[in-house]
Nanobody
């Protein structure tokens, strides 16, 4: 199981970015995939999670209404569309996966995730 996150960068407040998480070595249908972030001096937190085969998505309160998670089975990729970005969204973003049998995407907790990719840095600043 491998996960490769990309798409981070520097963006002005109010701007948008789309993060991609390419999964290899497993089928998206069997796993829950999540995006998590960690800002300097803070704990890692759940941003958004998806179970593509069940159509289940969940979002952390700080990003509800601004971020959208989706999956593309043809590319075995999960995307995180981030709109109306704020400086407080600045963090390293990680994607993670776990067999859906052992993880509830509706809860989107860091605990329980079994596989983690390297992060991609998102900086929101003017």
């Amino acid at each position: 199981v491998q996960l490769q996150a990309s798409g981070g960068g520097l963006v002005q407040p109010g701007g948008s970015l789309r993060l991609s998480c390419v999964a290899s070595g497993f089928n998206l249908d069997d796993y829950s995939i999540g995006w998590f972030r960690q800002a300097p001096g803070k704990e890692r937190e759940g941003v958004s999670c998806i179970s593509t085969s069940d159509g289940i998505t969940s979002y952390g309160d700080p990003v509800k209404g601004r971020f959208a998670i989706s999956g593309d089975h043809t590319r075995n990729t999960v995307y995180l569309q981030m709109n109306s970005l704020k400086p407080e969204d600045t963090a390293v973003y990680y994607c993670a996966a776990q067999l859906k049998l052992f993880y509830r995407a509706s809860l989107c907790t860091t605990q329980g995730m079994g596989y983690w990719g390297k992060g991609t840095l998102v900086t929101v600043s003017s």
